[in-house]
């Protein structure tokens, strides 16, 4: 018989509870200690209530000490883990939040409790809303259940329910029943897979991701933090706190991440890391080199591995650096992008964050020639859904085309080539009009108005301010500073025939205003609030004000379905002049 690395072994959940409390089983290294979404949550236990099986551990024997762990919850334990969790990680972290009623950390790297609701008469959870919050027939956070004694409990939440109506005997037998039942889940039967402490690190790696490619569960960008995780344990963790500095405020004066354009998640810096590194974006390409596998021959080699995650470790000093960080978010808003409500697709302005490096450093563009392109790109990548669908695919074939690539003045050839092909007569005549005529509220093309918009100092509609002020105001109240205005007011539509939401919500219905003015139009119609508020203006302030937000003649007298056809060409000349007017920076 073949030896195995692991053994079955059996606990109740309780047990697993209170091994985590004592800090026996802990967190390795090769996980990321996130935990699911409330509403996994809730039919975790929804399922466990009805005695539906649930999934296994994997566990590995670490004996005590020497391997790199994180516990979890409270760092004040008892002993140092002899267990830890190579797969369920997420499922066991949330149980034990919940009945220990300990914060998590979410993939937004702030700390929660989980809370889940539960209605006794019929057995049911919820994940708690302000309307169970004031239902006297739930217990809204389960955790109570398990912080105290039964008894207790079901006397407390019959004196609640009481208070609130009547309740009948069979009810009392009912609701005692189904608390004690939820209070019996820590006798809930698990199995355990646990590996051998003759286990490598490496090979444990290998068994979670194994585990996991089969399931589907995790994408590629998992598998190779979970290679940083073993052989470069610094670089993720490096990855992950300047995603989390990215999203806060930091003292006044110290250097930062922190920003409003762009908050990445690990998974996205990770895929720039690599573009830098090898000019790779299919990360299972990338998996493989960081294991030390020479694409070429197939073979495994420590020597390798080595040397790709030295060549990882150069690219990510150059991806954290704040420096670089800091200009290149300065070229997003010198694009027109200034604001990530605005910003339809992360994986561009991550891409678009890889051609900047790789121009800066590798190819040693001057800097002004640089920006100028690197906006260019990413008004490009960005107005024309670049990256939107099969982007590995399309990120490849980019890089794949700087490959080649020997001078500043290739590299800038190479980039100007793509935006003219791409960007042809007949995408801004006859493409772009037709991508204008959707009711996509995130629809690229709308925020490349916007784009092109700030990049031509237009003024928002109505209104003295520029748009670029407004998409980016000093501070946020409880109204955006700029709102999206129905230029023929949905209510009004209404009135003449025209209801659905893909006929009152088009692109080409949008204009940009100030909150103040959008609330005073409310329902009017175009013919009765447009010479209201054209008398504010000058004439030759009029016929801008029409220009920039491509406002066809005599247009609030035409049909609607007239109007629309009428202003989608003109959305897209403006979308074309703001591109045009970037372009112009590089003479």
Known sequence: MTDTLFKEVHYSLGGLINDIGLGR??????????????????????????????????FWQTG?????????????????????????????????????????????????????AFRPQDGSFEVPDATTERDPEYIVDVSEVFAK??????GDYLKRLRDARTVTDEEEERVAEAIGRLSGLTNFPFIALELSQ???????????????SEGKKLNQSDFILTLMSVFWDAGRAALEAFCRDARRPAPVGQASPFNQLFQPDPDHLLRVDVGVAFRRARLEHVYSILRGKDLGTGQFSLEQRNAQFGLL?????????????????????????????????????????????????????????????????????????????????????????????????????????????????????????????TAAGRGPALFGFYAAQTLLGARAL???????????????????????????????????GFEGVRETNQIANYALVEWDDNIAISDDAPAKYWPAYAKRFATQELESMCRWHALPESWWSMSYPDFLAARRPLIANVIRDGYHKLAKGAA
């Open 25 to 58: 089983i802990g967190l390795p290294d090769i996980q990321r200690p996130f935990v699911w979404a409330n509403a996994k949550v809730r039919d975790l236990f929804d399922s466990m209530y009805r005695g539906y099986p649930v999934g296994y551990f994997l």
């Open 64 to 116: 005590a000490d020497g391997v790199e762990s994180k516990v979890i919850g409270d760092l004040n334990k008892q002993k140092a883990p002899s267990l830890l969790i190579v797969d369920g990680q997420q499922r066991l972290t949330s149980l034990y939040a919940v009945i220990r009623r300990e914060a998590v950390l979410r993939e937004n790297f702030e700390r929660e409790f989980i809370r889940i």
């Open 149 to 154: 004694p039964t008894h207790k409990t079901i």
């Open 198 to 212: 003759t286990c490598t690190e490496e090979q444990v790696a290998e068994v979670f991701v194994r585990i996991n």
């Open 313 to 437: 470790q150069q690219a990510q000093s150059r991806v954290l650096n704040l420096t670089y960080w800091a200009d290149y978010l300065n070229i997003v808003r010198s694009a027109g992008y200034r604001s990530h409500r605005y910003i339809s697709s992360v994986t561009g302005l991550a891409f678009a964050y890889q051609l900047y490096l790789l121009g800066r450093i590798d190819y040693g563009v001057e800097p002004f020639m640089l920006k100028n392109a690197v906006a260019r790109w990413l008004f490009m990548s960005l107005l024309t859904g670049r990256y939107s669908s099969s982007p590995e695919s399309k990120m490849e074939m980019d890089l794949a085309a700087l490959r080649d690539v020997t001078s500043a003045d290739q590299f800038l050839q190479r980039l100007r080539q793509v935006e003219e092909v791409t960007l042809t007569d007949d995408y801004w005549t006859k493409t772009l009009p037709l991508d204008l005529a």
């Open 462 to 496: 109505f209104s003295k301010s520029p748009v670029s002020d407004l998409l980016d105001p000093p501070a946020q109240g409880q109204k955006k500073a700029l709102e999206r205005h129905h230029l023929f007011p949905k209510k009004y539509l209404k009135t003449i």
